[in-house]
Nanobody, 127 residues
């Protein structure tokens, strides 16, 4: 199992930027696709973005495409989610996730394929 710890969430004004980080420990981080999900109050957890184990491929939900950028540093076992042009509807708890299978990339990462979740970090965007 891999342990995931998110950081970087806070209150920000609409139009602002945030960078979330997810630090991983445990199994071989560089072999696993990583992703981010978010869950707003009263809503289901939804996929935000995923990045292949090499970092060569990324996939974004339509709602964040062009505004969010996912990257990873395998030497530091860390994934970064750069969020720009934030909107109030981006308000949610953001969760880092690791695929349960190594060297698998299908574009979108679905919850059934997640092997490890972080504890979440709150992002609040004020209007």
């Amino acid at each position: 199992q891999v342990q995931l710890v998110e950081s970087g969430g806070r209150l920000v004004q609409a139009g602002g930027s945030l960078r979330l980080s997810c630090a991983a420990s445990g199994r071989t981080f560089s072999s696993y696709t990583m992703g981010w999900f978010r869950q707003a109050p009263g809503k289901e957890r939804e996929f935000v973005a995923a990045i292949s184990w090499t970092g060569g491929y990324t996939y974004y939900a339509y709602s964040v495409k062009g505004r969010f950028t996912l990257s990873r540093d395998n030497a530091k076992n860390t994934v970064f989610l750069q969020m720009n042009s934030l909107k109030p509807e981006d308000t949610a708890v953001y969760y880092c996730a690791a695929d349960r299978e190594p060297r698998r990339y299908n574009g979108v990462l679905i919850p059934a394929d997640v092997g490890s979740w972080g504890q979440g970090t709150q992002v609040t965007v004020s209007s």
